[in-house]
């Protein structure tokens, strides 16, 4: 079996050299042009050295008109290709890789940011969620071919700027997400309806970027194994999805889970016997590797060497996914690979006022303060304290303090 410490070579495209897989954060580190701000660069050099094999930035927008958050990064023909080969270099000192996430948000765009966002069908965003995101208009036809063509453009430019590959975000409630699920797209065209009809999005996408990039460059997707919701994506369909891409070639799939409605990618609800294994979404993966011969991640729970180790053991995966622990730690690559004992322990930020947590997103905004101070050539500070976070958001983003954001 494999060791942590191996290399691989997903679809025999280029060699990672370790098993470990930083997922996707949202950084919010882009600039008023939302080009890469310089920070970006540091904060990616300092996991590069830390000993990570591949590097996932968080969501690049690839349309300016659609951001999820304020100081999101945007990649299209307006962007600053120098700043983004900055990027890409600095990520890559260590021998590490970096993948550029691809994403656009849909519905899931602030009140503040969008009056009117875009969906598959005009169905709003549930719950609490309702108050801070306007309901969308559903996408025209000529829109969604704009959208597609979008990407692949996004995906041109991070390979001529030196990504290693590209991976397209089609989890946790975004865009591709939203075609994908029965409850948010009920459109009665070819886009909507049975699995293939929603499907046809994300095959579109896929497609697009793959004649843009050409066959030797990577190309991974991050998909929900079901979004957690009544109505919603199920693991039927996931299975059937990833089956579709599997023959379609592509490189990497990143399983998670949730979305914004059900944030099971955070670990919410999640049973016990789950979190004794760590991962999540581990049993997902396992029960479909015997049906689709494509290499998997696994993002979400891991905490220790151990468990990282046994899921490779076990053929559950092929890459072991990491996101909040690299937040508070750039060398948690290098301590799991040189240590078969090294297990990650910190406490989850709170104010210990649900509600104070709930409306600054600490959940988010703490980590994304983590990583500035690491943009910024500091240490991470895990004694960070709840309330300074709350306070220094509410200076930060003012009066949008506390709408609800996206990771």
Known sequence: MPALNSPFSPNNKPEIKNRIFKSAMSEQLGDKQHNPDKRLSKLYEAWSLGGTGLLVTGNVMIDRTALGEPKNVVLDEQSDLAAFRAWATAAKKNGTQVWMQLNHPGKQI??????????????????????????????????????????????????????????????????????????????????????????????????????????????????????????????????????????????????????????????????????????????????IRDKVNVPLVVTGGFRSAEAMQHALDQNACDMIGLARPLAIDPKVGQKLLDDASYRIDWKEPTTGVKSVDQMAMLSITWYEFQLARMGDGKLPKPSLNAWSTVGQTLFSVGRHAFKKRRA
């Open 110 to 287: 602030p009140k503040f940011l969008s009056k009117e966002p875009v969906a598959p069908s005009a169905i709003p965003l549930g719950g609490a969620l309702q108050a801070s995101f306007n309901c969308p208009r559903a996408l025209h036809d000529n829109e969604i071919n704009h959208i597609i063509d979008a990407f692949a453009t996004s995906a041109r430019l991070a390979k001529e700027a030196g990504f290693d590959g590209i991976q397209i975000h089609g989890a946790h409630g975004y865009l591709v997400s939203q075609f994908l699920s029965p409850h948010h797209n009920q459109r009665k065209d070819k886009w909507g309806g049975s699995l293939k009809n929603r499907m046809r999005f994300v095959e579109s996408v896929y497609s697009a970027i793959r004649k843009a990039v050409g066959d030797d460059f990577p190309v991974g997707i991050k998909l929900n194994s079901a979004d957690y919701s009544k109505g919603g994506f199920s693991h039927e369909e996931a299975m059937q999805v990833i089956s579709r891409l599997g023959k379609l070639n592509i490189d990497l799939i990143e399983i998670s889970g949730g979305t914004y409605e059900s944030p099971k990618m955070m670990g919410h609800k999640i049973a016990e016997s789950t979190q004794k294994r760590e991962a999540y979404f581990l049993e997902f993966a396992e029960s």
